[in-house]
């Protein structure tokens, strides 16, 4: 297997960890979506990553569905993930608060990267959001007592959750401010902690 992208995106390294955990061995191109836009467009029409290129050619976009795929090949006795239910449809959605946060964290990046002049209220509506997802989720957190969301074992919604609070608090540190969010940052320090998290990791650049 073949990932695309960048370990400072949030999406890539959600894959590029679960891939560890499930042992899964796989060749990394640390391509960017700028510098490298050309080779990844020759995979991916979008230009965008995370991508995944099958061993039999076939390729795959978009974190979660490059997820359900890993899933599906380990086995249900294996995936990060409750098989079906209300467990499960809780998982989903806090991976997909998770990932949203990270796409907002994501765009704010972007506004003020690519625009000399940034539009105010669209700054103001993404930083709206990344606060709001946040608040839900340190509510959510703080009232568990166990190591990871759903028990004792780590899933893909406490992995989607610490690439996104990394992401963010390198990005823009003034939305993750330690003494608002104990839960959550208690969470990425578990998460960050563990072999694979440190293996998979880059400082955030653009």
Known sequence: MILI???DSPFVRRVAIA??????????????VFRNADEVAR????????TLVLDDGEVLIESGAILDYLDEHVGPERALIAREGRL???ALKVAALATG???KAVSLVYERALHEETSAAWTERCEGQVGNVLAILEIDRAGRTTP???GEEIGHADIALACALRFTSE???ELLPADRYPA???HSQRCEALPAFQEIVQPFGI
Do not use: C, M, T
């Open 5 to 7: 992208g960048q370990y």
């Open 19 to 32: 891939l560890k955990l499930y042992e899964i061995p796989f060749e990394h191109r640390p391509w960017s």
């Open 43 to 50: 995979f991916n029409p979008l230009r965008r990553v995370p």
């Open 88 to 90: 499960r449809r809780h």
């Open 101 to 103: 946060l990270a796409d």
């Open 148 to 150: 990871f969301w759903f």
């Open 171 to 173: 990005a823009h540190p």
């Open 184 to 186: 959550l940052v208690a």
